[in-house]
């Protein structure tokens, strides 16, 4: 019973590049949490999606951040024209349909790492 | 904005100590707290807390939350190396029909010989 897959795990691109990054959730998980996560910094939420539909995405930044979640495959957060300030470990989370009435509990992945040069 | 505040950022102790993290939150309709432990990857979830006064408790970890005051505290007692890490206190707000969960920066706790 994998867990929360995410790939790559680290990735370096040049300024104005595009990074995706790619986050498969857990079997039987619905939802998918994107938190980015800065140097000596907590994690910052992105964005919450289920299959097919963005339900929240105030911490997405208005230009240039895109994620998806399709009916098949993993999720995707996308970075156009990457900047060295999106270098950071950005950490998808998923959990079942209705989470909260389990144990609370978010599963996360192990991170990319973006480093832009 | 929902927000999370935790203290003290950073912490060394010498095993055996007993620490006490801080985590003070404003939050719009709030459901729940949580508490994650962070190595070097991913977060590992530690407790939620959903109402005030009831302490929870695993092994030398426990964790009690005040709605009244807005804070939660994380207590770890004999501590062991093991225990160095970052803790995350989260915050699950309800903004319409989804829930968010707002992290805090984490305490660094550093537990030397």
């Known amino acids: 019973n994998a867990g929360v897959m995410q790939n790559p795990r680290h990735l370096v691109r040049r300024r104005g590049q595009e990074a995706r990054l790619r986050c498969s959730p857990m079997k039987g998980h619905s939802h998918v949490y994107w938190y980015r996560q800065l140097p000596e910094e907590g994690l910052k939420f992105m964005v919450y999606l289920q299959k097919e539909n963005i339900i929240d995405e105030s911490g997405m930044p208005k230009e240039r951040f895109s994620a998806e979640f399709p009916k098949e495959g993993p999720s995707i957060l996308r970075i156009q024209q990457v900047v060295r300030g999106d270098s950071a470990a950005y950490f998808c989370?998923?959990?079942?349909?209705?989470?909260?009435?389990?144990?609370?509990?978010?599963?996360f992945g192990e991170g990319s790492r973006l480093t832009v040069l | 904005e929902d927000k999370v505040v935790q203290s003290p950022l950073s912490l060394v102790v010498h095993e055996g100590d007993t620490v006490t993290l801080n985590c003070s939150y404003e939050v719009t309709n709030f459901r729940s707290l949580l508490w994650y432990k962070q190595e070097k990857k991913a977060p590992t979830f530690l407790f939620m807390l959903?109402?005030?006064?009831i302490e929870k408790k695993s092994g030398r970890l426990s964790s009690i939350l005040d709605k009244k005051e807005l804070f939660s505290i994380l207590n770890i007692t004999a501590t062991q190396t093991g225990d160095s890490a970052i803790y995350l206190c989260a915050v699950e707000g309800l903004t319409g029909t989804a829930s968010k969960l707002t992290f805090g920066t984490g305490t660094r706790l550093q537990v030397t010989l």
């Open positions: 959903t109402s005030s006064g």
């Open positions: 989370a998923s959990s079942p349909s209705k989470w909260r009435e389990y144990t609370g509990e978010l599963f």
